[in-house]
């Protein structure tokens, strides 16, 4: 019988089959260890959830147990960049390969860890295409950021300003979330918002307080379009039917698997084998590529322990992944990442294409 290795999955929940990366990740390690002949590998692959409730008390004592076991050679995660930037130098303390789908923080690729990787966006790409999509594509003049004070929402706002700015909008209001609004008081915002008179609200922050604000803004007769990230989520909260003017945007700091012809394979065994994830498949392509990644340093490896994984997968210069050709710069970012513009209508989500594509339409 092989050895047993086990490889650590950062997420919110112990509801594990609700978390589209985890689903897709444990299809990869599944393939893997049914065709561990095949592939050459010497060891059996296990993958351990590492709950961390969005929460930093739960998170660090949860990463920790998990980087102290013996058989842990990688870590898949987190799925949000707040618990990313709490654990991460955990993780890098540890020697932990650690790979993240949907961490998109640049403070994440800043610290200069060598053992950090991830197949989403860096927000300094993100934020910046938000930005000229928000300029170029949909030729917003007034624009608003709105923001929470996440070590997600500050930076991708701040980017997203600093880009208008360049492209000749300054925004006309950038606010940032305080003690009020993180107790869900949004009314400063509400009214700092209406006074601006925006033609653009460009939102940095997380769904849940964005669907109020939104129903809010739209409730006091703001005609302005909406604009928000992969945050977003579901994606069509930005919706208020009845009385939106214009159709809400998005973006996804990845590919569309339901489009995107690298995928397909993935996406018909996704469908096959969790099909309630075809609804909002977001960032399963990616988490399938991260398992891949360390399936393929596992295979490599001289010795499979922790070193020997992280020095197969610092070796690795290109890979053919579901999300198309994955190649990392010295950080660990993605070269060349996808920022797809989406358009919200009737609880859909609508793929309008690669944002560098479409301003340069525009050119």
């Known amino acids: 019988m092989k050895r047993e290795v086990a490889v650590g999955f950062q997420l919110p929940t112990d509801n594990v089959y609700a978390v589209g990366g985890w689903c897709a990740a444990e299809m990869a390690f599944d393939n893997a260890n049914s065709a561990a002949a095949d592939l050459e ?3 059996a692959i296990k993958m351990v959830p590492i709950v961390d409730g969005r929460n930093a008390e739960t998170a660090l004592p949860a990463a920790r147990a998990f980087a102290a076991r013996d058989d842990a050679i990688a ?3 987190p799925t949000n960049s707040a618990m990313a930037v709490i654990t991460q130098e955990v993780y890098h303390d540890a020697g932990l390969l650690q790979l993240s789908s949907e961490a998109s923080s ?3 690729t800043a610290r200069g860890y060598k053992n950090f990787f991830r197949t989403v966006a860096n927000d300094e790409h993100q934020g910046r295409a938000l930005a000229q999509a928000a300029v170029k594509y949909i030729g917003a003049r007034r624009i608003a950021v ?25 925004p006309v209001l950038h606010y940032g979330f305080g003690e009020k609004e993180n107790a869900l008081d949004f009314d400063a915002l509400i009214e700092a918002t209406i006074a601006a008179a925006p033609d653009l609200v460009y939102f940095a922050i ?10 809010r803004l739209r409730d006091r007769g703001l005609e302005a379009v909406f604009l928000g990230s992969d945050a977003l989520k579901p994606y069509e909260f930005l919706e208020v039917p009845s009385l939106d003017t214009h159709k809400p945007f998005h973006s996804l700091a990845g590919i569309d698997p339901r489009v995107a012809p690298s995928a397909k394979k993935f996406l018909l065994e996704l469908a096959d084998k969790f099909p309630v994830m075809l609804g909002a498949p977001q960032y399963a392509a990616e988490a399938y590529d991260c398992a891949n990644l360390i399936i393929e340093s596992v295979r490599r490896a001289t010795s499979v322990d922790r070193e020997g994984v992280l020095s197969a997968m610092q070796r690795i210069q290109s890979f053919d992944g579901a999300i198309g050709e994955v190649r990392f710069d010295t ?3 993605l070269v060349d990442p996808e920022i797809g513009l989406f ?18 339409d525009k050119n």
């Open 206 to 215: 997380y769904w849940n307080k964005t669907h109020i604000i939104a129903h």
């Open 331 to 333: 950080n660990g970012d």
């Open 146 to 170: 709105l923001n929470e004070d996440s070590a997600w929402g500050e930076p991708i706002a701040r980017i997203f300003a600093a880009e208008a700015t360049r492209l000749g909008q300054p």
């Open 75 to 77: 870590v898949l995660g």
């Open 41 to 43: 590998l010497p060891v």
């Open 343 to 360: 358009q919200s209508a009737d609880g859909q989500r609508n793929y309008l294409g690669r944002i560098s594509d479409l301003v340069s």
């Open 106 to 108: 640049p403070l994440l």
